[in-house]
T-cell receptor, first 115, second 115 residues
């Protein structure tokens, strides 16, 4: 158990809909990362938050947004869903944001299926 | 166009053998490299990391070798066990970046260990 909790574990929805994925980082971790894992693209970095502020951005679509709340949990919002958004979405956390130990602790993921 | 799934390299070994998993990275500016292991239904799990000022680092039963000249990374697992069966990913982080968690993952290698 990594200590990172993601909900829901599975989600099935229709094209055009909007969903919210939730992540609770390990106790004490200030950084939260979101990654997308799909069959054709592999594991891709989406976005990182550190102590409530956006720190780094990857290939995140404009239809997707995220935030980190004062209690450090994070949410990833996916809107106007398309079939190609079907994927596993992982949240990871770490103690620090910048240089240092790059060990990320990943949750078990939220599997999104868009029909 | 039609999307195709990633065709992951596979490595099949007998229990007790040593395993070597290889990874080529593309960004010569990367200065930090990590190996992750992903078991079925779980998130990636940190194994070992290495910085670009090193060419070898050892952990418990694992060794990572870095050859910057040819941009090649390898993970050696000694006395491989059935519990080592998983997908193994190398990941890189670019020098000068503000986030060690913004990782570029390789496509992964499937390791199967036969009892």
């Amino acid at each position: 158990d990594s200590g990172v909790t993601q909900t829901p574990k599975h989600l099935i929805t229709a094209t055009g809909q909007r969903v919210t994925l939730r992540c609770s980082p390990r106790s004490g971790d200030l950084s939260v990362y979101w990654y997308q894992q799909s069959l054709d693209q592999g594991l891709q970095f989406l976005i990182q938050y550190y102590n409530g502020e956006e720190r780094a951005k990857g290939n995140i679509l404009e239809r997707f947004s995220a935030q980190q709340f004062p209690d450090l949990h994070s949410e990833l919002n996916l809107s106007s869903l398309e079939l190609g958004d079907s994927a596993l979405y992982f949240c990871a956390s770490s103690v620090i944001a910048g240089y240092g130990n790059g060990e990320l602790f990943f949750g078990e993921g939220s599997r999104l299926t868009v029909l | 166009g039609e999307s195709v799934g990633l065709h992951l390299p596979t490595l099949s070994v007998q229990e007790g053998d040593n395993s070597i998993i290889n990874c080529a990275y593309s960004n010569s500016a990367s200065d930090y490299f990590i190996w992750y292991k992903q078991e079925s239904g779980k998130g990636p799990q940190f194994i070992i990391d290495i910085r670009s000022n090193m060419d070898k680092r050892q952990g418990q039963r694992v060794t990572v070798l870095l050859n910057k000249t040819v941009k090649h990374l390898s993970l050696q697992i000694a006395a491989t066990q059935p519990g080592d069966s998983a997908v193994y990913f190398c990941a890189e982080n670019m020098a000068g970046g503000t986030s060690y968690g913004k990782l570029t993952f390789g496509q992964g290698t499937i390791l199967t260990v036969h009892p």
